[in-house]
């Protein structure tokens, strides 16, 4: 069994930066893949980056160059760091476990807002 707590969301102006956290619970941390989705209102939940226990990593186009997924599986913990933040990154970030394509456990979201 695996437990997500996010932590690390805000509001943060155009331009800025801010990291999100993800810490799991649970002995498995370093062989299971980590994934932040992000979901605006109105929207379908999508993927924003993945890191897999190995540490190869996956982005969506919206986000290449300016987001970075890390992990450091002695402390069960991933995160996401946002830098060069646009409005349209505005939206409720969930952290995801899965093991294969067999998702474990969602976090319980936090907010990012991208305001002036």
């Known amino acids: 069994q695996v437990q997500l707590v996010e932590s690390g969301g805000g509001l943060v102006q155009p331009g800025g930066s801010l990291r999100l956290s993800c810490a799991a619970s649970?002995?498995?941390?370093?062989?299971?893949?980590m994934g932040w989705y992000r979901q605006a209102p109105g929207k379908q939940r999508e993927l924003v980056a993945a890191?897999?226990?190995?540490?190869?990593?996956n982005y969506a186009d919206s986000v290449k160059g300016r987001f970075t997924i890390s992990r450091d599986n002695a402390k069960n913990t991933a995160y996401l760091q946002m830098n060069s933040l646009k409005p349209e990154d505005t939206a409720v970030y969930y952290c995801?476990?899965?093991?294969?394509?067999?998702?474990?456990?969602w976090g319980q979201g936090t907010q990012v807002t991208v305001s002036s």
């Open positions: 890191i897999t226990g190995g540490g190869n990593t």
């Open positions: 995801n476990a899965a093991r294969g394509i067999v998702t474990m456990a």
């Open positions: 649970g002995s498995i941390f370093s062989i299971i893949t």
